[in-house]
């Protein structure tokens, strides 16, 4: 046990699945996970871990923001010997060929600020996914005809934000999408030398407003978690 999940030793699988929402971590588990067992309570935090295909998974939400993402992943990997850590959440589009229901890959990510700020002090540091994970779930996003993009993405560390430049000013240099975990998280594998990657649901548009009805969310969802178990399991 850490002061923030209540596992006990060998509850947690070495590939862990994160995404934000603790709700969203029980459906995950109950679709996707044969004989999944909820294995962390604490702080409402919900985590289970089971199989995916004979392979052994623990999806694990991280909360919102990044310094929620910072506590969790951080446990996950300095206590319970995680070696894969792959978002699966949710992001808002911020190019205009980037579609709702689309999926996209996390290259890298830019951002004002991590909770990992204060040790990198005056360094502008490049967070960036696992190649190997990347490559993998470009292949998986392919054989099931999901469209998806690559590129980089903002990982804001306000929901609010009163800058109003700052949407265009990313829009103009490529960005993707916005969310708001994963540089601290490609920071932290960086650190640890562990896998992670960041696969995204676009539930809605910064650019024309769209956003995605909550009946649908479930199905779009879905293909985001099949593309992260290939890309985990994929061969070397």
Request: glycine share 8%; proline share 4%; net charge negative.
């Amino acid at each position: 046990m850490t002061f923030h999940i209540g596992a006990k030793p060998g509850e947690i699988a070495e590939t862990v699945l994160m995404p934000g929402d603790p709700l969203r971590a029980e459906w995950a588990a109950g679709k996707f996970l044969q004989d999944a067992v909820c294995v962390n309570r604490v702080r409402g935090m919900l985590a289970f871990t089971g199989t995916w295909q004979g392979h052994r998974v623990t999806i694990h939400a991280s909360g919102m923001g990044m310094p929620s993402m910072s506590i969790y992943a951080n446990e996950l990997i300095r206590d319970y010997g995680a070696k894969t850590l792959i978002r699966i959440g949710s992001a808002g589009a911020m190019q205009p060929h980037v579609a709702i229901r689309d999926v996209v890959l996390a290259m890298a990510a830019t951002t004002v600020s991590t909770p990992s700020s204060t040790m990198l002090r005056d360094l502008s540091y490049a967070p960036h996914a696992d190649f190997g994970l990347l490559a993998a779930a470009v292949s998986a996003a392919r054989t099931r005809g999901t469209r998806s993009h690559v590129g980089g993405i903002f990982s804001s560390d306000t929901f609010y934000d009163e800058r109003a430049d700052l949407t265009q000013i990313l829009t103009r240099h490529g960005v993707l999408a916005v969310e708001m975990e994963t540089a601290e998280l490609y920071i932290l594998a960086a650190r640890y030398g562990v896998r992670a990657l960041s696969v995204l649901t676009i539930s809605d548009h910064l650019i024309t407003g769209e956003a995605l009805p909550a009946e649908d969310r479930e199905r779009t969802f879905a293909d985001m978690v099949e593309i992260a178990l290939a890309a985990a399991f994929a061969p070397a």
